[in-house]
Every structure is written in structure tokens, then in C-alpha cells.
């Protein structure tokens, strides 16, 4: 059954900070005396809020006063000040339909009006407020969300609590009641850490509500007295008399049925003074319930149908689901079934998921009491039972097989992502092992190019000077004597100049002290170019590369040369070496005898196996085309 938890104040709480008693007699002579137009207004603000808090009628009058002054000045900002108080007093008196039109023309006619910011929250706030009594509690929430948003953008404090506690509303009407005591409780921490003034009792009455909804009966006690002494200090009638009526709510579940109903009681006469039927309603219907309760039932459906009346004359279509269950108790504890079910009937229409009462199993009750015996009933009950045992199966076993899956699922990541580990361990590994191996290999190169030159390569210089030293002191008697001595000088100096070639070949001086461009130069230009003609090309290479790349490229280049000179019998040889921002792209393409590619009988040799192992050291890759007689291109590509 919906209590009264959900009812609230306007929730309007843009006004003034007005006196208790305000003479409404002194701003009137105020107003005919001021010649200031916007002090004026100030006025006429002044008056609406009085009125609005205590006679609804006054303030339509002095809101078509606004109106008048603001067209007599042309001023749209004074104008729309009007229509928002013109909006409140159509919410006031069960009008809140035309009161949402009025402010969805005011929003869109401030929104883009810097200095309508402050008017626009509040504007805000009143549409949201309209929805809500339209029983339109999401598109409330969309409302109270743009104040909010508002509030913080220009900073507005006073109007940011307001819209945080206009949420909490809200979503205490949608039945969320832990999310709506957060905002109620944000709202009071912006209150009090912004030293503002603790008089609005509304927000206790609201998290009041939502303890009773939850149950929690001693916070539901806490919070509503906490916001009736508020409201008595500051002469609050619109929340005195809701906090009456969720204490009513709160006494009559603790079964003090007698004060429960004077509380509800004061409540009404309270609110009749304000002329609000939307909670005049509530609090008729919260009575009639509590009456049917207490077995009053002649009275209980005599305020049932009082406040049906009220609701119906001023289409409060959001209370007729509470106004029906109350007359369907009181009719079904008076034994009227047929009452009962016609009110339970009612009910099912409605179709309003906010009431627990209002569905097909209690109407089902109600015409089962009315048209059938004892024995169906314990049947049909005992068939529920079983079906919803059954279905309290089915979840308990669909829940472990999502369970299940969900573990299932958990496992396979893991083993993936340890897969994927492991991968990423062996690959840095086997990195690490190559690294190791070229550069044992390229240490290796160094010292035997190093021994050549140093060692080798200084006996020969040696040994040509002591044969060309010996050839001053021997006096030869024969011409061949001459001749043949001079080979074997000759012989010793070509020896000298291949050592020589071979350690610079094996640790190339040209690359150290050059770029890779002059080194493969250099290389060539040792090879023997009768045989095979070797045409070069480089582009992008002026500027040094990592010195490791620099070597990798020039061994795999070196490579692929050797084993051109050594199986391809080719006459022709070209190599091209260009560098972009993004990678270096080389090919050495020979028209030598070639290879059959697909033949996997025929594995590849070390030097395509080395030159594949040191283009992936530098995450790079090798492409080999080849067909048997029309020779062969090696493509690499390393990225930069």
C-alpha cells in the first residue's frame, strides 16, 4: 500500500528567507510608491512568496500584477518571473499539467539568457516537480538533474542542495530508497558545510520516509520530528503537516492506532489550509486505510471516497492506485466482497507497479473469498507454492551454471594470459640468445681480423722486406733465377694485400668510420668484377643508424653476397638500400641459376638460416623469390 512516505512539500524550495509574519498591507503601499521599475519587481517577488506558502489565490492575482508590470516595461526576464509564480499556483490547486507547459515555455525561453540562470533552476526544479505529481517520477529525475547541473556551473549553493534533495524525491518515488537517503544526505552536508541556515525540515521528513520504507522505524522517528520542529520554528505549514503525516505512518506501525489517526488529522487540517489537494488526498486515503484497520470501516470508507472525490475533481490520477487499495481493505473488512473486488478490479487497471497490493493475486483473493469454497482456495495456494518452489529452482540452477561459467571463464583468461606470458618470456629469451650468439660471432670476426692484420698480416709485411733486403746481396747468374725470385716477392705482396682485404672485410673500417652507405661501397669495391658485376643503390643513409642495426644490415648484406658469389653463379648483382621515417627496405636481386622455393626437401642453408636470425633480431622480415634459372631477389624490411 503506498503510506505517506512518498508524500512530500512542493519541494519548491526557492524562496525567500521572509519573516514569519509579513505585512502585506506595507509592501503594497511599497509598490504603488516605488518609482524604481526593478525594485518593483523585487516587491512583487516579495508578495509571491508570502502568498504562496498561504493563500494560493493571492498569488495568481499578484502574478498577473507581475505580468502587467513586466509587459508595461518589456522586460522578458520580469515577465518569465511571472509565469513561474503563475506555474506554482497551478501546481497548488491540482493543475499540475498546465503548470509543466508553462514552465517548459519559461526553459526554453532562459536557456540561453545568461542572466536568467538563477530563475532557470528554480524553473527547473518546478517542472520537476509538476512530473512528479503527474506520476512522471523519471522525467522528474531528468529535471532535477539539469537544476543540479545548473547549480554547479554558476556555483550556486543554494540552489545545489535544493536540487540534490529534489533527486533524492525522486528517486524515492522510483522505490530506491538507499540512492534517495544519499542525495538527502548530500544535501545536508552542502547545507551545513556552507554554513546555510538548517530550516528545511523537508529533507528530514524525505529520509523519514525512506527509513519507514525500509523499515528502519527509529530513524523514521528521528528524521520526521527532527523536520516537525523545524517547520514549527520557522511557521513551515506545508512541512508541519507532512511530518505529521509520516508520523502517523510511523506510530500507526507501531500499532498506536489513536495518535496515529490525530496525527494524520492534523495533517489534513493543515494542508486544507493551503488548498492543496495533492496531499489532502494522500493523508485522507492514509486515514481511510487506518481506519480499516482499526475496524472503523463506516468512516474508513466514507474518507476513501471523500478523497476519491478530491482526486478525481482535480485529476490526481498519481493517488487513485492508494485511494482504491484503502477502499478495497475497508470494503473486504466490512464484508463487502463484492465491493472489494470491484475496488481490487480497479486496481488491476491501473496497472501502477508502485503498489504491492494492486495485482492480479489479490484480486484473485478477494473473488475466491466471494465465489468459491475453502478447498479450492488450499488448492489453488498450494499450486502456487510448488510453482514458485519450482521456479525457485530454476534460478538456483541457472545461477550456478552462470556461476560456473563465469569461474569457467575467469580460468581460461588466466591460462591464456600465463600462455601469453610464457610466449612473450621464450620469444625475449630467444632475443637474448641471438643477441648473444651475433655478437659472440661478431666478436669472433673481430679478434681473427685483428689477428690477421696484427699477426699474419705484419709477418708477411716482414717477411717482403727481409726477401726484398736479401734480393740487394745475392748476385743472380741466371735470368730465370731474377725471375723466379721476383714471383715469389710478388706472390708474398698478394699475399699481404688479401690478408688484408679479409680483416677489413671481417671488421669493416669503412663502417666505423663511415655510414652503412660508404661501407657497402667499400665492400664492394673489393670484389672482383670480372666475374660478377655488382651495381649499388642507397638513399636516406647520410645520417647514422643505431650502430647495432648499422652492423646487422651490413652482415646480412655481406651474406647475401657471399652466397651469390658462392651458389649462384650469377654475372650480374644488384643491391638497394633505401631508408624512410618509418624502416629501411633492402633487396639484393642476382641473375643467377635461382632455386625451387616450394621444394621442402631441400631445407635452407646456414647463410639464409643467418640472415633470417639477424633480420628478426631487429623485428624485421625477409621475403625470397626465386625461380630455377632466372635467379633470385631477397626483400628485407626492418622497422626504424
Given amino acids: ?119 532557470l533552476m528554480k524553473i527547473y526544479s518546478l517542472a520537476g516537480n509538476s512530473l512528479m505529481r503527474l ?88 528524521h520526521a520530528q527532527t523536520g516537525i520542529d523545524i517547520a514549527k520554528k520557522y511557521n513551515d505549514f506545508a512541512v508541519l503537516a507532512n511530518g505529521n503525516s509520516i508520523m502517523g505512518t510511523f506510530l500507526a506501525k507501531e500499532k498506536k492506532y489513536s495518535e496515529a489517526l490525530a496525527s494524520f488529522k492534523e495533517a489534513v487540517s493543515i494542508r486544507e489550509k493551503s488548498g492543496d489537494p495533492f496531499f489532502i488526498v494522500s493523508d485522507l486515503a492514509e486515514i481511510s486505510e487506518l481506519q480499516a484497520q482499526t475496524g472503523n470501516t463506516t468512516d474508513g470508507i466514507a474518507n476513501g471516497r471523500k478523497a476519491l472525490a478530491i482526486a478525481t475533481e482535480n485529476k490526481i490520477d498519481a493517488k487513485l492506485p492508494m485511494i482504491h487499495t484503502a477502499l478495497a481493505h475497508n470494503y473486504e473488512r466490512a464484508g463487502n466482497y463484492r465491493e472489494a473486488a470491484e475496488s481490487y478490479k480497479i486496481l488491476n487497471s491501473l496497472k501502477d507497479s508502485l503498489y504491492k497490493d494492486a495485482n492480479p493475486k489479490a484480486l484473485a483473493e478477494i473473488q475466491t473469498k466471494y465465489e468459491t469454497v475453502k478447498k479450492e482456495q488450499q ?82 709485411s716482414a717477411a717482403k722486406m727481409n726477401l726484398s733486403a736479401f734480393e740487394s746481396e745475392i748476385s743472380f747468374d741466371q735470368p730465370d733465377q731474377k725471375r723466379s725470385f721476383e714471383k715469389v716477392i710478388q706472390l708474398v705482396d698478394e699475399s699481404c694485400r688479401e690478408v688484408r682485404t679479409v680483416s677489413h672485410i671481417m671488421m669493416p673500417n669503412a663502417l666505423m668510420k663511415n655510414n652503412l652507405s660508404a661501407a657497402i661501397h667499400a665492400f664492394v669495391e673489393k670484389l672482383d668484377k670480372k666475374s660478377l658485376q655488382v651495381h649499388v643503390y642507397t638513399e636516406g643513409l647520410e645520417q647514422r643508424l643505431d650502430s647495432n642495426t648499422e652492423l646487422v644490415l651490413y652482415r646480412v648484406l655481406q651474406e647475401c653476397v657471399n652466397n651469390v658469389i658462392r651458389h649462384a653463379g650469377a654475372s650480374t648483382l644488384d643491391i638497394s638500400v633505401t631508408r624512410s621515417a618509418e624502416s629501411i627496405v633492402a633487396t639484393v636481386e642476382d641473375n643467377g641459376r635461382g632455386f625451387d622455393i616450394t621444394d621442402k626437401t631441400k631445407p635452407e642453408g646456414m647463410g639464409l638460416k643467418n640472415i633470417r636470425a639477424r633480420v628478426e633480431y631487429l623485428k624485421g622480415t625477409v621475403d625470397i623469390d626465386s625461380i630455377p634459372g632466372q635467379g633470385t631477389v631477397i626483400a628485407i624490411h626492418v622497422p626504424l
Avoid at 502587467?68 to 513561474?84: I, Q
Avoid at 522528474?140 to 547541473?149: I, K, R, T
Wanted: glycine share 4%; with cysteine.
Fill in 1 to 119: 500500500m503506498k503510506s505517506c512516505y512518498y508524500l512530500l512539500l512542493l519541494v519548491l524550495l526557492f524562496r525567500l528567507p521572509l519573516p514569519a509574519q509579513v505585512n502585506t498591507d506595507s509592501l503594497r503601499i511599497l509598490m504603488l510608491n516605488e518609482k524604481d521599475p526593478a525594485k518593483k519587481t523585487g516587491h512583487y517577488v516579495a508578495m509571491c512568496e508570502y502568498f504562496r506558502m498561504s493563500n494560493p489565490d493571492s498569488l495568481l492575482t499578484c502574478a498577473k500584477a507581475m505580468q502587467e508590470h513586466a509587459r508595461k516595461h518589456n522586460n522578458d526576464l520580469w515577465h518569465t518571473n511571472a509565469d513561474y509564480y503563475t506555474a506554482i499556483y497551478y501546481n497548488l490547486t491540482g493543475n499540475p499539467d498546465t503548470a509543466f507547459v508553462i514552465a517548459e515555455q519559461a526553459i526554453t525561453s532562459l536557456k540561453n539568457s545568461q542572466v536568467g540562470k538563477p530563475l
Fill in 135 to 222: 506520476n512522471r517520477q523519471k522525467d522528474a529525475l531528468a529535471m532535477f538533474y539539469s537544476g543540479m547541473q545548473q547549480a554547479e556551473n554558476t556555483n550556486d549553493i543554494d540552489a545545489l542542495f535544493k536540487a540534490q534533495n529534489n533527486i533524492g524525491w525522486a528517486y524515492m518515488e522510483l522505490e530506491q530508497y538507499e540512492k534517495a537517503i544519499e542525495h538527502f544526505r548530500k544535501s545536508i552536508q552542502t547545507i551545513r558545510h556552507n554554513g546555510i541556515a538548517d530550516r528545511y525540515g523537508t529533507i528530514y521528513n524525505n529520509m523519514a520516509s525512506c527509513y519507514g520504507s525500509l523499515g528502519i522505524y527509529d530513524s523514521v522517528y528521528r
Fill in 379 to 460: 488448492i489453488e495456494q498450494q499450486k502456487n507454492k510448488i510453482a514458485r518452489q519450482n521456479l525457485l529452482f530454476i534460478g538456483f540452477a541457472l545461477l550456478a551454471i552462470l556461476l560456473s561459467l563465469l569461474f569457467y571463464s575467469q580460468y581460461k583468461r588466466y591460462r591464456l594470459k600465463k600462455e601469453a606470458q610464457m610466449q612473450s618470456e621464450i620469444r625475449r629469451q630467444q632475443e637474448l640468445a641471438t643477441k648473444a650468439v651475433m655478437q659472440a660471432e661478431e666478436n669472433e670476426r673481430q679478434r681473427i681480423a685483428k689477428d690477421l692484420h696484427d699477426g699474419v698480416g705484419q709477418m708477411m
